[in-house]
């Protein structure tokens, strides 16, 4: 249950914000990729991710976000995962209005590899 205190501040927040002038904010990118190999080949995995971001000049308003996984268990061979992802962004208002600056790029990579010797005992 929420507390009338509780209640009182979210009613105040959100008549603030009902009355705030509209604002826009700049572009922004989210890239998430994660590639994990647990395997029991001779040589470590070869991971590539190839992440390119287009976005020409001052930029308000837009926003793409991506992501995926590889993943890779088992096996004693070569291991390739390989990505590629493009973004191509443009501003979506007048740059009177908002924030109008570079577009802010937040790319997040894991790359896992584990070597797994119990893999060549499977066979």
């Not at 604002?23 to 989210?30: F, I, L, P």
């Not at 973004?87 to 208002?93: A, C, D, I, W």
Request: hydrophobic content about 35%; overall charge neutral.
């Amino acid at each position: 249950m929420i507390k009338p205190q509780h209640l009182l501040g979210l009613l105040c927040a959100g008549a603030l914000v009902s009355f705030a002038p509209e604002a826009s904010a700049q572009c922004v990118v989210a890239d998430v990729a994660i590639q994990a190999a647990i395997h029991g080949g001779d040589q470590p995995a070869e991971q590539v991710n190839d992440v390119t971001i287009d976005a020409a000049g001052p930029c308000v308003g837009n926003t793409s976000v991506s992501t995926s996984r590889q993943i890779q268990v088992g096996g004693t061979g070569e291991v390739r995962q390989t990505r590629q992802s493009r973004h191509q962004l443009s501003s979506s208002e007048r740059p009177s209005q908002g924030v109008s600056g570079p577009t802010v790029a937040v790319p997040v990579n894991v790359q896992v590899d584990v070597y797994n010797p119990a893999e060549r005992l499977r066979r």
